[in-house]
C-alpha cells in the first residue's frame, strides 16, 4: 500500500466525485480508478458505493478514511523534519492545544524560538483533552496543552506559571451581570452550558455535592460557537476568563465564581520522546522559562 494511493483516497473521500478528486490531483480520471480498484482489491474490501453522480464511502471505506489520514499526516510530517536536518535553524513544531488566555505564554516561547531560529514552522491543533492526547499518543503532536493535571506515568509535562479562572459568560443585560461574582445559589434554576470535561471535574468539585441542582442545558468541547449561544439567549457559559471580548459594547459580561475556582495548565509531552532538534531546544527553553 503506497502513500500515494492512500492519497487518492483521501481526495476521492473527500470531494465524493471522481472527476473533482482527479482534477484536484492533477491525474486522469481513469488512472485514478484504476489506483482505487487495486486499492480496494489489495484490501479486500469495497470501499465505495457508487451513484450517478458521486460517490460514497461504505463503512470499511470509513475506517480506511480514518487510518490514512493519520498515516498521510505523519508521512507528511517526516518529510518535512528530514528536509530541515541539514537546517538547524529550521523545522516544525506540532501542538494540540486548550483554549486558554495562557497560550499567549506558549505563543511567547514560541516568538522567543523563532527568533533565534527563523525557519521554525508551527502547526497548531485545538481540541479538549480527549482529542489531542490521543493525537499526541499517535506521533502526530510534539506537545500537547491540558486544562487538568497530565499522568506523569505517561507524559513529562511542566506547569504554566499563571492559572485560568473559572466564571460564568452571559449576557450584558442578564440579572446576573449585577452580581460582583457567582455562587451556586445564585446559578439555581439557569440553563448553563460548559464543556462535558468541565462540568464533570471542576465544576462539580466547586459545586460541594450540589452539582445535581444546576441545570446543564448544553454541553461542549470548544468554548466559542457555545458563546454564540449566549448571545441568542440560550443560556450562560461556565468558562474561563478571557477568551471573549466583554468590554462595554460587546454585548457579553463575564463573572467569576464564588468560592474562587481556578484551574492550571500544563504543558506535556511523551516520557521517553523522539524529539527533533528543534522540539529539543524548545522543550529546554520553556522548562527555564516556566520555571523560573
Not at 41 to 56: A, C, M, P
Not at 158 to 179: K, R, T
Not at 219 to 248: A, M
Request: hydrophobic fraction near 40%.
Amino acid at each position: 500500500m503506497e502513500i500515494r494511493t492512500l492519497r487518492y483516497f483521501l481526495a476521492v473521500a473527500r470531494e465524493e466525485h471522481m472527476t473533482r478528486a482527479a482534477e484536484l490531483l492533477h491525474v486522469t480520471q481513469p488512472t485514478l480508478s484504476k489506483q482505487l480498484k487495486s486499492l480496494e482489491e489489495e484490501l479486500g474490501q469495497k470501499l465505495f458505493t457508487r451513484g450517478n453522480f458521486s460517490i460514497r464511502l461504505t463503512e470499511e471505506g470509513r475506517l480506511l478514511r480514518d487510518r490514512a489520514a493519520s498515516l498521510v499526516e505523519m508521512a507528511d510530517r517526516i518529510e518535512s523534519e528530514f528536509g530541515t536536518l541539514a537546517q538547524p535553524e529550521e523545522g516544525e513544531l506540532y501542538f494540540g492545544l486548550a483554549e486558554s488566555v495562557q497560550i499567549r505564554l506558549l505563543a511567547r516561547e514560541v516568538g522567543k524560538l523563532k527568533r533565534r531560529c527563523p525557519g521554525l514552522r508551527y502547526h497548531i491543533t485545538s481540541g479538549d483533552t480527549e482529542q489531542i492526547i490521543d493525537r499526541l499518543d499517535r506521533g502526530l503532536l510534539d506537545f500537547a496543552v491540558l486544562a487538568e493535571r497530565p499522568d506523569f506515568h505517561k507524559y513529562q509535562a511542566v506547569a504554566f506559571p499563571e492559572a485560568d479562572v473559572w466564571g460564568a459568560l452571559m449576557p450584558a443585560d442578564s440579572p446576573l451581570a449585577a452580581h460582583e461574582s457567582l455562587t451556586v445559589d445564585d446559578l439555581i434554576g439557569v440553563p448553563l452550558l460548559c464543556s462535558e470535561q468541565g462540568w464533570r471535574g471542576e465544576i462539580a468539585a466547586w459545586c460541594e455535592g450540589r452539582i445535581h441542582e444546576l441545570r446543564l442545558d448544553g454541553s461542549c468541547r470548544l468554548p466559542y460557537n457555545p458563546s454564540l449561544f449566549v448571545r441568542e439567549g440560550l443560556g450562560v457559559l461556565l468558562t474561563f476568563w478571557g477568551l471573549f471580548d466583554t468590554s462595554p459594547g460587546s454585548e457579553l459580561a463575564f463573572r467569576p465564581l464564588s468560592p474562587h475556582l481556578e484551574t492550571r495548565l500544563y504543558l506535556i509531552w511523551k516520557r521517553h520522546p523522539v524529539f527533533s532538534r528543534m522540539a529539543e531546544q524548545f522543550v529546554k527553553q520553556v522548562e527555564a522559562s516556566f520555571s523560573g
